[in-house]
């Protein structure tokens, strides 16, 4: 893979640095700014050296139009605080304005154009539609260096595209990041167990059937724990479900009998009357989710205490640990509990433990664990959990 090592002479170049600043904002604050600092050895590795630095980034889902609330202008303004230098920040992400600005760029100046997916070719699913859009991006830089390791899963035109139409490598995050996970690849410590929750059920279930041969344990949570209640035919109330994965799900039950592997399920779960931080709340045996007094309209939203200790005693003893998705809907602290638990079972690992994705990278910190507490905590959720897989990454392969 090309590195930073491969783009010769720096000074007085035009930089486009494709960064991951999704980070996320609640009522107008950034609640975690750890993908914004994990951005900062290469954005200050490319200012010394004298570059022009024009960063973009994605924030949220905007639907290939503006929408204030994704704007990165208070990402743009964390960045300039946590540099201690001047950041411009650009409302637009090509076009005149961009343009004009870039040209006024000094060397070691910082400039931060408008989220790339308000141009509906960042994500178009039509090649062409990306290409154009990348050629726009590229007009305004003479190098590339992509370090939004987030996203290097995706086939988008900021991160695929682009690389292809500039001298082009990967930064210090990207870098960082492959070490680690390069080690739970490569003959990871035993035993090895990774931790699943989070939203993403339909992206996530598919890792399992990957995961299955390679790893000891896997300990299922978040949303879709549900699923495999489903297939084991228990009821979930009114709790997250695919219905449409019952039967894959059945089946990687049966492969991992056959390969000696346990997938560990939740004994007890937290159910609530309705998704509020208000809500009335009542612990039930996994088996029985509909006999609390919410019957079937209950909603599971975190793994119960027993589930939360059973989790915790398997990871403790493991030598590999990776953790991908909040054991339940953390962000209100009624349901925080069996991530916190999980969470401080990463802590006390003695190998290595990895926690992956946005959101749970947000929560450990809203839970005030510190990251040097963890062996490493990924910027990538998605990305990592591919990476394990051994799937193609097209924002990699492009930089090889
Ligand atoms: P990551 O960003 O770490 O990859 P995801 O984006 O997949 O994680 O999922 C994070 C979200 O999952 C959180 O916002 C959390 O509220 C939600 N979540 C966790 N458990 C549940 C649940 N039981 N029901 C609904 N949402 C859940
Ligand atoms: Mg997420």
Redesign the pocket.
């Known amino acids: 893979m090309r590195t930073l090592n491969d783009l010769p002479d720096l000074r007085g170049k035009r930089v486009i640095l494709r960064c991951d600043l999704n980070v996320p904002i609640e009522d107008g604050e950034i609640s975690d700014d750890g993908r914004i600092r994990a951005s900062l050895p290469t954005i200050n590795y490319l200012t010394e050296r004298g570059a022009k630095v024009i960063i973009i980034s994605h924030l949220g889902r905007p639907d290939g139009k503006p929408e204030a609330k994704y704007s990165l202008e208070p990402v743009a303004r964390r960045l300039s605080q946590l540099l201690g230098n001047s950041v411009e920040f650009v409302p637009e992400t090509v076009g005149d304005k961009a343009n004009k600005s870039v040209s006024m760029l000094d060397e070691g100046n910082i400039l931060v154009l408008e989220n790339l997916r308000f141009n509906p070719g960042e994500t178009a699913k039509d090649s062409e539609a990306r290409e154009l859009f990348a050629g726009k991006l590229a007009e305004l830089g003479d190098y590339f260096v992509s370090d939004g390791f987030g996203v290097v899963h995706r086939k988008q035109a900021s991160v695929y595209e682009l690389a292809k139409k500039l001298p082009a490598a990967a930064g210090l995050l990207i870098e960082a990041e492959l070490k680690v996970l390069r080690r739970l690849v490569n003959d990871p410590e035993r035993p090895y167990v990774v931790v699943l ?4 059920v339909s992206d ?1 279930l598919g890792v399992i059937e990957h995961l299955l041969p390679k790893v000891d344990s896997i300990l299922i949570g ?2 879709m724990l549900f699923t495999f209640l489903a297939a084991l035919g228990h009821k979930v109330g009114a ?2 479900l695919e219905q449409d994965q019952i039967e894959t799900v059945t089946g990687y039950l049966a492969k991992a009998k056959e390969l000696g592997v346990e997938i560990v399920l939740p004994v007890d779960i937290v159910m609530a009357a309705k998704f509020d931080a208000a809500s009335e709340i009542a612990i039930a045996k996994a088996n029985a989710l509909e006999e609390t007094e919410f019957g079937s309209t209950g909603l ?3 793994i119960g205490p027993e589930s939360a200790a059973l989790f915790a005693s398997i990871i403790e003893k493991a030598r590999t640990v990776f953790w ?8 209100m602290a009624k349901f925080a509990e069996g991530t916190r638990v999980v969470a401080n079972a990463l802590t006390k690992v003695s190998g290595l433990s990895v926690v992956g ?4 990278a947000a929560a450990v910190r809203q839970l005030d664990f510190k990251d040097d507490q963890f062996g490493h905590i990924s910027t990538g ?2 990305a990592s959990l591919e990476y394990l897989e051994g799937k193609e990454m097209p924002g990699l392969e492009v930089l090889q």
Not at 197 to 200: I, P
Not at 324 to 331: D, L, T
Not at 357 to 360: I, L, R, V, Y
């Open positions: 929750g989070g939203s993403k996530k978040g949303g709790s997250l599971g939203l975190d991908n998705g909040p054991m339940g809907v953390f962000e994705g946005g959101d749970s959720g998605g």
